[in-house]
């Protein structure tokens, strides 16, 4: 009964949230202009989230998820990534989704597996998340927020690599997004409440 409900607040935490970012955009839209004085420089959207959602878990997937797809649950790849997030189906299948049509259809699934691939990536890099967070490389703080941004790009294995060797194991993907962007990108997020789990299931 717990999980269903948890299941059934995402989608309207969500909700709320989008609203919230749009009217932020409008005012600050509305102050540029008004208040302008030759070139005028208009907030990005993860700026615009950071003034909305600060430094909060939900920033930090919001931010992450709009990096990813510009928060549309239905985008597809070129490469086959899927939903907000953008998912490889060997991915879903580890946590036990087959049907990619269903998943790219409901919402609160993907806000459900995002939740649940964080959670299993921060047990699968607990040690060096204990060992780094504090640490610079690259010229980057690292921070748990921006490991598991990380390692949702370059997987759990890639960002070991990149930590045990101080950062000269870089890694990127297809786009040229490398970890120790994501690092810094993604970095000082509040993700202290999310719960490591060794073998998450929906």
């Known amino acids: 009964m717990k999980k269903t409900a948890y299941i059934i607040v995402i989608p309207i935490i969500t909700l709320v949230i989008n609203t919230a970012f749009m009217r932020t955009l409008a005012s600050l839209d509305v102050n540029v202009e008004s208040e302008?004085?030759?070139?005028?420089t208009v907030p990005s959207?993860?700026?615009?989230?950071q003034l909305t959602l600060g430094k909060s878990f939900v920033g930090f997937k919001e931010a992450l998820g709009f990096k990813e797809s510009q928060g549309k649950y239905y985008m597809v790849n070129t490469?086959?990534?899927?939903?907000?997030?953008?998912?490889?189906?060997?991915?879903?299948?580890f946590?036990?989704?087959?049907?990619?049509?269903?998943?790219?259809?409901?919402?609160?699934?993907?806000?459900?597996?995002?939740?649940?691939?964080?959670?299993?990536?921060?047990?699968?890099?607990?040690?060096?998340?204990?060992?780094?967070?504090?640490k610079r490389m690259n010229g980057v703080l690292i921070t748990e927020s921006g490991?598991?941004?990380?390692?949702?790009?370059?997987?759990?294995?890639?960002?070991?690599?990149?930590l045990r060797s101080f950062?000269?194991?870089?890694?990127?993907?297809?786009?040229?997004?490398?970890?120790?962007?994501?690092?810094?990108?993604?970095?000082?997020?509040?993700?202290?409440?999310?719960v490591a789990q060794k073998s998450p299931h929906l």
């Open 95 to 134: 946590y036990g989704l087959s049907n990619t049509a269903d998943f790219l259809r409901n919402s609160a699934l993907q806000e459900r597996v995002f939740i649940l691939n964080c959670a299993y990536n921060k047990w699968t890099l607990r040690k060096d998340i204990q060992h780094s967070v504090g």
């Open 45 to 49: 959207q993860e700026e615009a989230f």
């Open 147 to 162: 490991i598991l941004a990380a390692a949702h790009l370059a997987g759990a294995r890639g960002v070991k690599k990149f």
């Open 36 to 40: 302008s004085r030759g070139i005028c």
């Open 79 to 93: 490469l086959g990534y899927l939903g907000k997030y953008q998912f490889g189906s060997s991915a879903l299948r």
């Open 167 to 194: 950062g000269r194991s870089e890694a990127r993907d297809a786009y040229g997004s490398s970890i120790t962007h994501y690092m810094k990108r993604f970095g000082g997020y509040d993700t202290s409440w999310l």
